[in-house]
Nanobody
Framework: QLQLVESGGGLVQPGGSLRLSCAASGVAFDYYAIGWFRQPPAKEREGVGCINSNGGDTVYADSVKGRFTISRDNAKNTVYLEMNSLKPEDTAVYYC?????????????????????WGQGTQVTVSS
């Protein structure tokens, strides 16, 4: 089965940047759409964005549009989340999640239950 591992989190000052990685293993990666989610302290898990299986289609939450970019390198079995102009409200545990048959980004991409495979999460803290 698909296994996902996030990395790249840490402490960054407001206005700074981080690049998170989601490394996949176990099965062929290029059949899966990958979503990024985050869970701030004491809040519900929320969708950040999603990328389809071949990387040709992406979608983002309004809160991160223009600041975050999702990309993938299927040869490396890795999806990336580049985060720029970070704000304190971006502080959260960030997760990547996969769903098979993701040739297109569905209108329901932002619903966690659409994804069958999840990583363990990586902490991002934006603070002075």
């Amino acid at each position: 089965q698909l296994q996902l591992v996030e990395s790249g989190g840490g402490l960054v000052q407001p206005g700074g940047s981080l690049r998170l990685s989601c490394a996949a293993s176990g099965v062929a990666f290029d059949y899966y759409a990958i979503g990024w989610f985050r869970q701030p302290p004491a809040k519900e898990r929320e969708g950040v964005g999603c990328i389809n299986s071949n990387g040709g289609d992406t979608v983002y939450a309004d809160s991160v549009k223009g600041r975050f970019t999702i990309s993938r390198d299927n040869a490396k079995n890795t999806v990336y989340l580049e985060m720029n102009s970070l704000k304190p409200e971006d502080t959260a545990v960030y997760y990547c999640a996969g769903v098979i048959g993701g040739d297109t980004v569905k209108s329901t991409w932002w619903l966690p239950y659409e994804y069958h495979y999840w990583g363990q999460g990586t902490q991002v803290t934006v603070s002075s």
